[in-house]
DNA sequence: TAGTGGTCTAGACCACCAA
DNA sequence: TGGTGGTCTAGACCACTAA
C-alpha cells in the first residue's frame, strides 16, 4: 500500500525520444539543416536504429522532418497552408487556378465511384488528371471523375486523349449550371502513381479530399485530390494564414 | 540489350502484404471479424512479424482494420462522415450539438496559440475542454481558448472550474456578435491526453481541425480538436453522407 | 563509390485484456 | 493465466543519391 507510485505509465523509448529530438529541433537547428545520420544518432541516444527510426517518424508525420533516400534527414519548413474550400462554389478549372492539367482518359472508375456518380460499375467515364502546385512543388494530385452524361457535347469531338482533351471536358463541364458541392477530408495513404507526382514513396500519408458537384439534380463530377499530409495544411473560410508551430507533441 | 525487363520495380514484401490482405478483407472478411494473431499471419505469409505489421498498420491507417492490444485486430467498419462544416457559422456550444463539455481551466496556452490569440505568451487563457461523441464513440476531444477578454463578465463569478465553469464561459462567449471562422485541417499525432479521450494509444495518427472565431475585429476564441483518422471522415458543407470504399490502395 | 534512408529478419520482453 | 498487440534489439542487405 505504501509504496510510492512512480513510474505508473513507463514511457516508451521512441516516444520520450521524440519529445527529445522536437525540443531540439526547436531550440538547435534551422530549416533545412541536415541532422545526423541515423546510425549516429541512434548510437548517440543509445537505442537500436529501429527505435530511433519510430521516433523519426513520428516527427515526419507531424511535418516537423523530411527524410529522403540517399540524401539524408533535414528539418522541414512549417506547413504550407492550401485553400481548399472558397466561399464561391465553382467548378474546377475556372479562371486562375493553380491547378495544371496532366491529361484525360475514358475509363472505368472505383466501384465507390461508380456509385456516388451513380453510374453502373462497367460504365467508362472521363478521367481528367490534375496538379496542384504551390510554391514550386506539387502539393496534390487530383482525378476528376465527369461521367458521359455530364459532358454530352464531348463526344468525338477534340483531341482523343491528353492535356487538350482535359481541356475539352472541362470547358464542357462549365456549361452546366452549378447547384452546389459538398466536401470530404480523410486521411489515407498515397497510391503508386500519386506517390510519383507527389515525389514521395507509395504509402506516405495523404490527405484524401473528396468533393462533389450537383448539377442538373444529380453527382456531375467528382474530384478525388490527394495531398501530401507532410507538408500540407488543408484551410476552409478565409483561406487566412494562421502561424504555425509545434501543437501535437508529448509533453 | 535484349534481355527481357521484368521486375524493373521490385516491390516491398509489405507493400505486396497488405495489397493481397486488403483483397482477403473485401472478398473472405465481414466487418468485426478477428483476424488471426499476427504470428500466425506473418508465419502463413512467411515473412517476419516485423514486416506483417508494417502492412497491418498501413491497413490500420487507411481505416480497414482496428487493432487493440490484448484483444486482437479486427476489420473496421466504413469510417464515420462527421459534419465539421456547418453552412451557418455559429459559436461552439450553441443548441443541440453532439460536444459534451468536460471542464475548463485557467492556463498559458502553447506559444502558437498564443500568437494566433495575440495574447501575451505568459497570458492565462480560459481552457475549455469538450469531446465530441458519434455512434455511441468519442471521435474528437476538443481544446477551446477563450482570452479573458473575449468574456469579460465572467471573472469571480460561477464555479471556479469543472463542466460549470465551461457552461458559463461558453453562455458569455455566445453574447458576442460573430464576425465569422476560419477552418485549417492537417495531420498530426495524438498527445498523451487525447489519445486516452478518443481510447487510442499516444502518437496514433488524428486530424487536427483548427478553427478561429472572429468577433470584434479580433480573434475571439480558438479551437484545436483532434479527431481520430482512422476511424473517422470529416465532411464539410451539405454534410449528406457518401458512400464509402477503398480508394487509396495499390493497384 | 561512399553514404544515406528503406526494407527485412529472428528473436526477446512488456502491457494489456478476457476468461 | 494465456494470448494479444506494442516495444525493442542487433544485426543484414537493398535502393537511391551525389560526388
Redesign the interface.
Known amino acids: 500500500m505504501g509504496t510510492t507510485q512512480l513510474e505508473t505509465v513507463p514511457e516508451p523509448k521512441y516516444?520520450h525520444l521524440?519529445t527529445v529530438l522536437s525540443e531540439a529541433l526547436d531550440s538547435e537547428f534551422a530549416v533545412g539543416e541536415i541532422l545526423p545520420n541515423e546510425r549516429e544518432l541512434a548510437a548517440r541516444f543509445g537505442v537500436a536504429r529501429a527505435t530511433l527510426r519510430q521516433a523519426l517518424e513520428?516527427l515526419e508525420?507531424?511535418?516537423r522532418l523530411q527524410r529522403r533516400r540517399g540524401v539524408g534527414t533535414t528539418v522541414a519548413p512549417p506547413?504550407v497552408?492550401v485553400a481548399v474550400?472558397t466561399e464561391q462554389q465553382t467548378w474546377p478549372g475556372v479562371n486562375g487556378d493553380d491547378w495544371q492539367l496532366v491529361d484525360c482518359a475514358l475509363a472505368v472508375p472505383?466501384?465507390?465511384?461508380a456509385?456516388?456518380l451513380a453510374t453502373g460499375r462497367d460504365e467508362e467515364v472521363h478521367i481528367v488528371r490534375r496538379t496542384r502546385m504551390s510554391h514550386g512543388q506539387a502539393v496534390a494530385a487530383e482525378l476528376l471523375h465527369v461521367p458521359q452524361a455530364s459532358v454530352p457535347e464531348l463526344s468525338g469531338i477534340d483531341a482523343p486523349s491528353g492535356p487538350a482533351r482535359a481541356r475539352a471536358v472541362l470547358r464542357e463541364l462549365q456549361r452546366l449550371e452549378l447547384d452546389?458541392?459538398?466536401?470530404?477530408?480523410?486521411?489515407?495513404?498515397?497510391?503508386?502513381d500519386?506517390a510519383k507526382a507527389l515525389d514521395r514513396l507509395?504509402?506516405a500519408?495523404?490527405?484524401?479530399v473528396?468533393t462533389?458537384f450537383f448539377a442538373e439534380g444529380r453527382t456531375a463530377a467528382l474530384s478525388?485530390a490527394?495531398y501530401r499530409?507532410?507538408t500540407?495544411?488543408?484551410?476552409?473560410?478565409?483561406g487566412?494564414e494562421?502561424?504555425?508551430?509545434?501543437?501535437?507533441?508529448?509533453?
Open positions: 516516444w521524440k513520428q508525420l507531424e511535418g506547413r497552408g474550400g472505383p466501384a465507390a465511384v456509385d456516388a452546389g458541392q459538398d466536401r470530404a477530408v480523410e486521411l489515407g495513404s498515397a497510391r503508386a500519386d507509395p504509402g500519408p495523404v490527405l484524401l473528396t462533389r478525388v490527394t499530409a507532410d500540407c495544411r488543408l484551410t476552409f473560410g478565409g487566412v494562421i502561424h504555425h508551430g509545434p501543437e501535437t507533441q508529448a509533453s
